[in-house]
């Protein structure tokens, strides 16, 4: 529920918005143009790619055993917010894009770092859930690989956000679908393989069907001009 929580931080739902909107999965408004599909493209592209930043900022704390010092880590996470907002919150773009803010993807990541980084003593920082150091090498590199494969699954449910959205738009859906969970679901069972050998505390499965919550509300600010030219946010379009 925290992680669900935290990424509410950031996204504005206004019900008369979602009225007119045709939804190709459980949040999701298919694009109403050639243009604003383009954008919305383009932004899950950096969401994903903003997510591996932010999670390689927290692999690289791990694996120094905390020598590298909270102060360093919201640095490496604050570059990678601010390049997201660079290259998403363009001008010709919705404007309900800034309801998914670059320190809105740290806020998510942080908080869902506590169920992969689950088995020292100390904790991570103060904005890391409950995150903790790995208490040797060998401890960090398992819960490093959890995080890479995570940051992987993040990339492939998007995948499947992305797929869903193009058909949708493509075929002209009239009526809310949700056509991805099949993906959704493949993208899961492949993750939770993961060998969690030397940090047994993760449970993949847990993990897995948090980050599908989060990335499935995540898409509610991402595909979020609806066709009738109202953006979700009552935005006019």
């Given at each position: 529920?925290?992680?669900?929580a ?22 999701g ?57 660079a ?10 894009f ?108 847990s ?31």
């Open positions: 529920m925290r992680l669900i935290a990424l509410v931080i950031g996204v504005a739902v206004v019900v008369a918005g979602r009225v007119a909107a045709v939804h190709f999965d459980e949040f408004v298919v694009p109403k143009d050639k243009a604003t599909a383009k954008c919305e493209y383009k932004a899950a592209a950096q969401v994903v790619k903003a997510s591996k930043k932010i999670a390689a900022c927290h692999i690289k704390r791990a694996l120094s055993l905390g020598k590298l010092d909270e102060a360093a880590e919201e640095t490496c996470e604050t570059s990678v917010a601010a390049a997201y907002d290259k998403v919150h363009g001008a010709t773009c919705p404007t309900c800034t309801n998914l803010k670059g320190s809105t993807l740290v806020t998510i990541v942080d908080s869902q770092s506590g169920a992969v980084y689950c088995s020292g003593s100390t904790a991570f920082g103060t904005d890391d859930g409950s995150a903790k150091i790995p208490p040797d090498k060998a401890t960090a590199k398992c819960e490093n690989k959890v995080a890479t494969k995570l940051a992987k699954l993040v990339g492939a449910i998007t995948a499947c956000h992305v797929k869903a959205a193009k058909v949708a738009f493509k075929t002209k859906i009239t009526t809310d679908q949700n056509t991805d969970q099949s993906c959704e679901d493949a993208a899961k069972a492949a993750f939770t393989k993961t060998s969690t050998t030397g940090c047994t505390c993760v449970n993949l499965k993990i897995a069907d948090n980050t599908e919550n989060l990335l499935d509300f995540a898409n509610e600010s991402i595909f979020c001009a609806s066709p009738s030219g109202a953006f979700v946010d009552g935005t006019p379009g």
